[in-house]
Each structure stands twice: as structure tokens, then as C-alpha cells.
């Protein structure tokens, strides 16, 4: 950046060093774009693909490294745009903020990805098939993509964090309001899993809702039951613990099933 501040003082007037500055720039930014997304990528790719491992094909699957592919340019441009002189104060401001904003919406979204990638890996051991942690983990991403938010605004606008914080902290009510599908799930996924009483392959019965098959996924707001007829009926997770349900496990691990019939 101070070789590009020299070479821009040999130009006498403001507005060439601003036009032939900011030219530079965005040329810099599209190279370390490409060389991050076409180059290094490629070399992740690669190696992701040559090695042993699962987890490196889960990131890869995941776009968590394309997403970081974002950042560096980013970075050159909140950097970079201090070396061309002459900008008026305004214009470096607005574009370090929105430059650090990328960073923050790419990295947050880079997490979330993460996160799927982790559930992926998890559920690929048929040991952890019984035990999803798929809604735990989605809780995790609307934590971050609340706070991912929260540090956007407050960087755009110049605030700090905190203020917002605060003023979440005085619409709790509105939040509960708001939340409350996703608290009940929450705490009725720690139940279900805690007391065993579903599984991803269970069979499962619930007339009021027109679910009679297996259980293909349970997750932090809905549990989808694939029926016999291959319709899908999707159940609200908090529902399986405010009513009844019929579980039919124990009849399959049984090796036999019961059958009752009338006779005259």
C-alpha cells in the first residue's frame, strides 16, 4: 500500500490520483479474488480430494472455504483504501465500513457452513445416528446469525455493539414473542433425545397429524415422518411432547409383532 501511495504522488492533480488510486484498487481487489478463488481453491480442492479424511470432503461440500474466499479482498480494500490520497474522509469511511462488513457477513456465513459441515461428519457415524445433534447445532446458527447482524449494523452505523445489545435486552418480551416456537422446540428436542424416546428410523404413530411411517429427520423445529404411501408429513418438534404419540420400537427390536384379533 505505500508502494501504491508513492506511485499515485507523481500525479499533480487530486482528481487523477482519486480516479487512477481507485482504478488500482478495485484491479488489486479483483486479483487477490482470483487468485484466492481460482488458485487456492483449486489446491483445497485437490488436496481435500487426495487425502483419507472426511471431514476435509465436508468442508469442501459445505462451501465453507469458497466463502472465505470473500475475505481477502475485503481486507485490501479497507487497507488500501487509506493509500489513495485526496479521498475525501467520507468515502474512506463508508468504504472501510462496508469492506468489514463483508468480512463479518463472510466469515459468519463461513461458521454456518461449518456447522453443517460438522452435522455431516457426526451423522455419517452410524454410532451417532440415533443420537442427532442436528437441532442443537441450529440453535448455534441463529445465535451467530443474530450476532453476525448485531456487528453489521453496528459497524455501518458506527455504534457499538453493546447499545444494541441493550436495547435487546429491553424487548425480551417481544423476543420470547417471537422465539417461542424455537425455545419449545429447543427444549423439547433436549427431551427427546435425553429420554430416548425418538429416533431417526423409529416408527412412529400420530393420527392427529396423519403421520404413520418412519422417521427420516429430526430436527430443531420439525420431524419428518415419511409415510407408508411415501408422502412426507412434517410435525412440530414441541408437539411431540404437549400430546401422544405411538412408538413402535420396542415391537420392532422384538423380532415379532402382536397381533389381537377377535374370536367367536
Known amino acids: 500500500m505505500d508502494f501504491l501511495a508513492a506511485g499515485l504522488e507523481q500525479f499533480t492533480d487530486p482528481w487523477m490520483r482519486q480516479s487512477v488510486g481507485g482504478a488500482v484498487l478495485v484491479g488489486i481487489c479483483a486479483a487477490v479474488f482470483f487468485l484466492t478463488r481460482?488458485?487456492?481453491l483449486a489446491v483445497?480442492?485437490?488436496?481435500?480430494?487426495?487425502?483419507?479424511?472426511?471431514?476435509?470432503?465436508?468442508?469442501?461440500e459445505a462451501h465453507v472455504f469458497d466463502r472465505l474466499a470473500y475475505v481477502p479482498p475485503a481486507l485490501v480494500a479497507f487497507q488500501g483504501i487509506v493509500a489513495i490520497p485526496d479521498l475525501p474522509e467520507v468515502v474512506v469511511?463508508?468504504?472501510q465500513?462496508?469492506?468489514l462488513s463483508v468480512v463479518i457477513a463472510v466469515s459468519?456465513?463461513?461458521l454456518l457452513s461449518l456447522l453443517s459441515a460438522v452435522n455431516e461428519v457426526y451423522s455419517a457415524n452410524p454410532d451417532n445416528v440415533h443420537r442427532p445433534i442436528k437441532g442443537y447445532l441450529q440453535v448455534v446458527k441463529i445465535f451467530v446469525t443474530l450476532v453476525a447482524v448485531?456487528?453489521?449494523?453496528?459497524v455501518l452505523l458506527d455504534r457499538s455493539p453493546w447499545l444494541f445489545l441493550s436495547g435487546v435486552g429491553a424487548m425480551t418480551a417481544v423476543l420470547?414473542?417471537?422465539f417461542r416456537d424455537t425455545i419449545l422446540s429447543l427444549v423439547a428436542s433436549i427431551q427427546l433425545t435425553g429420554n430416548d424416546m425418538i429416533r431417526v428410523g423409529d416408527w412412529i404413530e400420530m393420527p392427529q397429524f396423519g403421520a404413520d411411517g418412519d422417521v427420516v429427520d429430526v430436527a430443531l423445529h420439525t420431524v419428518k415422518v415419511q409415510n407408508?404411501?411415501?408422502t412426507i408429513t412434517t410435525t412440530p418438534t414441541h408437539r411431540l411432547i404437549s400430546e401422544s404419540f405411538k412408538n413402535w420400537r420396542g415391537m420392532s427390536m422384538s423380532g415379532g409383532r402382536r397381533i389381537k384379533r377377535s374370536v367367536s
Not at 483445497?44 to 469442501?60: E, G, I
Not at 448485531?150 to 453496528?154: E, N, P
Open 108 to 110: 459468519s456465513g463461513a
Open 44 to 60: 483445497v480442492h485437490r488436496l481435500a480430494a487426495a487425502s483419507r479424511t472426511t471431514w476435509d470432503d465436508a468442508l469442501v
Open 93 to 95: 469511511l463508508v468504504v
Open 150 to 154: 448485531l456487528m453489521v449494523v453496528a
Open 97 to 99: 465500513r462496508v469492506a
Open 38 to 40: 481460482r488458485v487456492l
Open 228 to 230: 407408508w404411501d411415501k
Open 176 to 178: 420470547l414473542l417471537v
